[in-house]
């Protein structure tokens, strides 16, 4: 994903380790529904209740108590990896490490299981509540500013994609020295033309153009022309 014009620009967010070693142990699945069995106070619902999102619930959990992962995971005696994993429905926890993890909050598995739903994930995004991630809103020239990127959703924890509708004014560029990352990216040219390089290789692309390479090549965009550009743009994980 393109940097035009930004000093600051973060370190893309790494991928969660696949280490989980010295955790309890974690089966491969979506982590949509508790194991089967009986602990502490009470019985826990069957595997196959569709209604638990278990990832869910533990990081709305822990984001209430005030916790990053790496602290909940401190506090219960695992792997920063282990909650990550679970929070993102990526691994699905036998009843012992689900335990040991709320051990960290701390909450019974009765209590996590007893606990109302929270609001779904938003699916849809109107224009108006994209989140603008580049200062003021607006990129076209006349309104005086360089770029615009308004990111599809507002938090990306736990997510491993980055959608950005972008407005580059003339002239926009991500500077003289090449941007290289962990990651891979592509978009969509809607407007105007934009000057890609990755590598060795340059073409200026205009609308309807697309591009899609892997983020740890070098790469620089530059807008060409006097017309603005507009580019739709997705990256994974989330550099920004």
Do not use: W
């Not at 949509?32 to 069957?46: D, I, K, N, Q, T």
């Not at 990755?198 to 899609?212: E, H, K, N, Q, S």
């Not at 965009?221 to 920004?240: D, W």
């Amino acid at each position: 994903m393109p940097a035009f014009g930004i000093s600051n620009r973060k370190t893309p967010m790494a991928a969660p380790s696949p280490d989980i070693a010295g955790a309890e142990s974690l089966s491969s699945g979506r982590g949509r529904g508790p194991a089967e069995g009986r602990e502490g106070e009470g019985a826990v619902p069957p595997a196959d209740d569709p209604g638990i999102d278990i990832g869910g619930r533990l990081r709305r959990l822990r984001e209430e108590h005030g916790l990053s992962q790496r602290e909940l995971a401190r506090r219960a005696g695992v792997s920063n990896a282990t909650v990550s994993l679970i929070e993102q429905n990526r691994a699905s926890p036998s009843i012992g490490s689900l335990k040991r993890v709320l051990d960290g909050l701390p909450l019974s598995l009765a209590a996590f299981f007893a606990l109302p739903e929270g609001p779904e994930d938003p699916v849809f995004f109107p224009a108006a509540e994209l989140t603008e991630i580049a200062g003021r809103a607006g990129g076209h020239a006349a309104g005086g500013e360089l770029i615009s990127y308004r990111q599809v959703g507002c938090d990306l924890s736990g997510r491993a994609l980055q959608i950005l509708h972008e407005r580059l004014a003339p002239g926009a560029d991500t500077g003289p020295t090449a941007l290289s990352h962990a990651g891979e990216e592509g978009g969509v040219v809607i407007r105007g033309r934009v000057e890609l390089t990755v590598g060795p290789r340059r073409r200026i692309l205009g609308p309807g153009d697309a591009y899609y390479f892997q983020s740890r090549l070098p790469h620089r965009f530059r807008v060409v022309g006097e017309e603005p550009a507009e580019i739709v743009s997705a990256c994974t994980p989330p550099s920004f």
